[in-house]
């Protein structure tokens, strides 16, 4: 299949289609042939400035932005400063901008309902397989790039990169060579221009295309055994049953899955779906970490993927009204209403002037609605209430005494009884 079969194989019929344009020759062969293919005027640029290179990182957009202005193409720049993410995130500078560039084109896919189109080619597809090969990855990470994968579309994965130069020199179209490319402190860099002519002296490389596609098979025949709808979300985290672990390259697959929903789409390795497959034999409240500041908690049934959030230590007077806290809003009205299950229904005059909303802490007790006097964090296990929720539980407080925990129960000292004049109910509502 042609580049210009698969740009109208995947391209909305009406809309606009976006471009990922570096100002490389893959990348200028593309958008050549996208607006021979579509037309111009169905035709946005998304064209990303990282901030690595300096001035010649601005002239590369320059260059992309006048060719587009003198072939009547829309062009959308988006800058980055990715050395001060990198050192917030502690991420490489590779794996920094690869993800910023993604947001970009996941942003623009879904405000257009359409597709972006990139300039990979055969040999960034050896590449990929290569890099997730000595990185230790699953059999899925043996099928590298593909023609589609969701909103992304390559034209050229069929093409070489002499190929497309050549392509480029026969139609005239002018490029940039971005000087990194020869740096092999990048990891793609070293398999570019340095592993993959070393395998060619003795080897054909073509032969990790043929292992790719063997391996695309290998996952299509094993999709069949897994139930994607068996995953389950929960503010943002993936909740994998546990039975879903019973054969391990099965549950390979759900570990992969449920990383890709939670938003962990890349750098998933091997050795980390080992460790989730090993973590859902271990006792509640057991962790492991993840890429990129995710992690995997084994819970009451469940083991749950997701992003490590920072604890809350949020601490706010307790008063009548509307607070803000943490990620919400607590409100505490009047109410004529009864006490009953799934409502927070309590006597205000029972609450002590000390009292404040904060999350909870070391030491602290609760006495449950006619229960006994328990250490809260035991109270949460009775519970089953998953560890990864309770540091961003507001409570009411007073000292080290909880009289209230959001969203579960009030404390037996603060209940509405014969004596009680007004009842107030406690709603806690994440924004």
Known sequence: MTASEIILKYAPQTGVVGIGV????????????????????????????????????????????????????????????????????????????????????????????????????????????????????????????????????????????KQIEEYALSNGIKYVTDSTNLQTVYNRNYVRNVLIPAIDERYDSDALLRLSDMAKENEKFMERFVNTERITEDEGWCLVPLDCFSDTAVASRYVLKACALAGLAYDVESKHVSEVIELASMENGSRISLPHSFVAIKEYGYVAIGKHCELIEDEEEFCMGFTPFGEGTVTVLQTDEAPCKGKLIFDADKVPMDAVIRTRRDGDVFKPYKGKTKKLKDYFIDKKIPLRKRDFIPVIASGNEVLLVADVEISDKIKVDESTLEKYEFVYEKQ
């Open 22 to 161: 570096s100002g490389g020759a893959d990348s200028m062969v593309l958008l050549h042939i996208a607006i021979k293919t579509l037309g111009a005027e169905r035709i946005e640029v998304l064209h990303v400035e990282h901030g690595i290179r300096g001035q010649a990182s601005v002239d590369d957009a320059e260059f992309v932005k006048n060719y587009c202005k003198s072939n009547g193409v829309k062009f959308s720049l988006y800058t980055a400063d990715i050395p001060s993410l990198c050192k917030k995130s502690k991420r490489s500078e590779e794996s920094e901008a690869r993800i910023f560039r993604h947001a970009v084109y996941l942003d623009f896919a879904r405000k257009n309902s359409s597709v972006v189109l990139l300039g990979h080619h055969k040999d960034d597809r050896k590449e990929s397989i290569l890099m997730h090969l000595l990185r230790g990855c699953a059999i899925s990470g043996l099928v590298g790039m593909t023609e589609c994968d969701g909103h992304i579309v390559r034209p050229l994965i069929g093409m070489s990169r």
